[in-house]
């Protein structure tokens, strides 16, 4: 499976920005989704977290104000961020993973995705927020 993200940008504290994952080269192979973070200094955290049936769990820390979602149709699953804040700035990268309690447990910062590797990962798409 091949992932690429997009929608990132800039934007003010309080403000709001979608961003996409488009999958492609999976067949038929059923993919659960994660959106992550990587902040400056800072090590890759999962935010979210979409199985292939639909099911979702978030990070606590973007709990109410992250929503993910997919469109079967289009291949993309896509994480809604509203009331973004100056420390949400990082690089967001989804990825993907056919075991889905390991994408759970990673994609929502139970485990750490260096301890528990994802199958395929997008490049990464940057977030910046200013205050």
């Known amino acids: 499976v091949q992932l690429v993200e997009s929608g990132g940008g800039l934007v003010q504290a309080g403000g709001s920005l979608r961003l996409s994952c488009k999958a492609s080269?999976?067949?038929?192979?059923?993919?659960?989704i994660g959106w992550f973070r990587q902040a400056p200094g800072k090590e890759r955290e999962g935010v979210a977290y979409?199985?292939?049936?639909?099911?979702?769990d978030y990070a606590d820390s973007v709990k109410g104000r992250f929503t993910i979602s997919s469109d079967n149709a289009k291949d993309t699953v896509y994480l809604e961020m509203t009331n973004l804040q100056p420390e949400d700035t990082a690089v967001y990268y989804c990825?993907?993973?056919?075991?889905?309690?390991?994408?759970?447990?990673?994609?929502?910062?139970?485990?750490?995705?260096?301890?528990?590797?994802?199958?395929?990962w997008g490049q990464g798409t940057q977030v910046t927020i200013s205050s």
């Open positions: 080269g999976y067949s038929d192979d059923e993919y659960h």
């Open positions: 990825a993907a993973d056919l075991r889905a309690y390991t994408m759970w447990r990673v994609a929502t910062g139970r485990w750490q995705d260096k301890e528990h590797p994802l199958d395929a």
């Open positions: 979409i199985s292939h049936d639909g099911k979702t």
